[in-house]
C-alpha cells in the first residue's frame, strides 16, 4: 500500500501528557490545543492540522508554540476525537477502518467549524498548515476563501483535481524520498500552481529527508533537526508574508 510511509517513524507519544506552553480548550466542537496570543492583541491565527499521530505529539505541540512565538494565535484541534494512531504494532488496529472514520472529508467539515469558531471571536486572518492527512485538509480549505494561505507539508494523498480548485496562495513542502507524495508528482503541481497564482505559491523538495520529516525527526541526529528547522521556518515565513489581518 503506497500509503504506508504514513505510518513510518511514529512519535514517541505520551497521551493526556499536556506538553507544551499552550492549554487544551473547547473550540468549534473539538478539543483543541491553543497557544499564542489572541484578540484583541493579535487577530491572525494559524490552524494547525496534524499527521495521523494526533496534536498530542511532542514535536507537533514544539511547532505550534514556535509558529505562535511569530505572533500569531495558533490553533491545533483534535481532528480524532481521542483516536489518533498510537500502537502500530497491535495486531488488532485496521488501518483501513480507521481511515473511512477519520477520513479528511470529515477533517474538512470540522476545520470549517473551527474557522468559524476563530472568526466569531474577532480573528480576521487565518491561515493553515497541514502535515500528511492533515495536509490534504489544507489542500481542501485552500478550495475556498475561508483561509488567506496555505502550507502542506509532505502531503497525504493529494490529487490534481484537489490542485486545481486551490484559490489562495499555497507552499507546498516536499521530501525527497517519499512514496506518499513523491517529488515528481509535487513539481506538476507546482506547474498547475504558477499557472493559475503566479508568484503565490511555492513547491520545494528538501534533499535527504523522507516523508513526515518536519514532525517526526531524531532530535539526536543533526542533519534531521535542521533539515525540519528550515521547512518550519519556510512554513512562518510563507504564513507571515499572507495571513494579514484587516486593518
Same mark, same amino acid.
Given at each position: 500500500m503506497s500509503g504506508s510511509q504514513c505510518f513510518e517513524n511514529p512519535p514517541k507519544l505520551s497521551p493526556g501528557s499536556g506538553c507544551g506552553a499552550g492549554t487544551v480548550q473547547q473550540l468549534g466542537g473539538l478539543n483543541t490545543y491553543v497557544t499564542g496570543s489572541g484578540p484583541p492583541d493579535s487577530?491572525?491565527?494559524?490552524?494547525?492540522?496534524?499527521?495521523? #499521530?494526533?496534536? +498530542? &505529539?511532542?514535536?507537533?505541540?514544539?511547532?505550534? $508554540? !514556535?509558529?505562535?512565538?511569530?505572533?500569531?494565535? @495558533?490553533? /491545533?484541534?483534535?481532528?480524532?476525537?481521542?483516536?489518533?494512531?498510537?500502537?502500530?504494532?497491535?495486531?488488532? #488496529?485496521?488501518? +483501513? &477502518?480507521?481511515?473511512?472514520?477519520?477520513?479528511? $472529508? !470529515?477533517?474538512?467539515?470540522?476545520?470549517?467549524? @473551527?474557522? /468559524?469558531?476563530?472568526?466569531?471571536?474577532?480573528?480576521?486572518?487565518?491561515?493553515?498548515?497541514?502535515?500528511?492527512?492533515?495536509?490534504?485538509?489544507?489542500?481542501?480549505?485552500?478550495?475556498?476563501?475561508?483561509?488567506q494561505a496555505a502550507v502542506v507539508l509532505h502531503p497525504g494523498a493529494i490529487t490534481v483535481d484537489d490542485i486545481n480548485e486551490i484559490k489562495v496562495p499555497v507552499a507546498i513542502l516536499g521530501a525527497e524520498i517519499d512514496h506518499v507524495s513523491p517529488p515528481e508528482d509535487l513539481k506538476r503541481f507546482g506547474e498547475i500552481l504558477s499557472a493559475k497564482l503566479k508568484n503565490d505559491c511555492l513547491v520545494k523538495i528538501y534533499p535527504r529527508v523522507s516523508h513526515g520529516w518536519t514532525v517526526r525527526y531524531n532530535v539526536e541526529d543533526e542533519f534531521a533537526v535542521k533539515s525540519a528547522e528550515e521547512a518550519h521556518e519556510d512554513m512562518i515565513n510563507w504564513l507571515t508574508k499572507y495571513v494579514k489581518r484587516d486593518e
Open positions: 487577530k491572525s491565527a494559524i490552524l494547525l492540522i496534524s499527521d495521523v #499521530f494526533g496534536y +498530542e &505529539a511532542p514535536l507537533f505541540r514544539k511547532l505550534a $508554540d !514556535k509558529v505562535a512565538g511569530a505572533g500569531f494565535l @495558533v490553533v /491545533a484541534p483534535d481532528f480524532f476525537y481521542g483516536d489518533p494512531i498510537v500502537d502500530l504494532n497491535n495486531p488488532q #488496529f485496521d488501518r +483501513e &477502518a480507521w481511515r473511512k472514520i477519520h477520513n479528511t $472529508d !470529515k477533517g474538512y467539515v470540522d476545520a470549517k467549524s @473551527v474557522i /468559524a469558531a476563530l472568526k466569531s471571536k474577532g480573528v480576521s486572518a487565518i491561515g493553515a498548515a497541514g502535515f500528511c492527512w492533515g495536509g490534504v485538509v489544507a489542500a481542501k480549505l485552500a478550495s475556498s476563501h475561508d483561509i
